[in-house]
Nanobody
Framework: QVQLVESGGGLVQAGGSLRLSCAAS????????MAWFRQAPGKKREFAAT????????YYADSVKGRFTISRDNAKNTVYLQMTSLKPEDTAVYYC????????????????WGQGTQVTVSS
């Protein structure tokens, strides 16, 4: 089992920045690919970013590419999502997820999920 706890969400104006954190506990964090997904009200959960278990590979959704950066610190069992140039359409609950497989854009590949943290971007 892997337990994931997100933090860092909040209210920010358009153009601002936030950094989300996801702290993991349980099994060896470095064995897992990690990802961030998000879900806006009335919409399906969508992929945002993923990072391989060593951090050597990252991949982003087109909607966040160039604005968001995913990173991880395996010594701290934490994955981050640095978000810049935020837009109102980035408003969503952001979830981190862990997969024992390769990094993927597919939610079904992730076995463990956090409870989510709310990000609200005002215009």
């Amino acid at each position: 089992q892997v337990q994931l706890v997100e933090s860092g969400g909040g209210l920010v104006q358009a153009g601002g920045s936030l950094r989300l954190s996801c702290a993991a506990s349980g099994r060896t964090f470095s064995n897992y690919a990690m990802a961030w997904f998000r879900q806006a009200p009335g919409k399906k959960r969508e992929f945002a970013a993923t990072i391989s278990w060593r951090g050597g590979s990252t991949y982003y959704a087109d909607s966040v590419k160039g604005r968001f950066t995913i990173s991880r610190d395996n010594a701290k069992n934490t994955v981050y999502l640095q978000m810049t140039s935020l837009k109102p359409e980035d408003t969503a609950v952001y979830y981190c997820a862990a997969s024992p497989l390769v990094a993927s854009v597919t939610a079904g590949e992730y076995a463990y999920w956090g409870q989510g943290t709310q990000v609200t971007v005002s215009s």
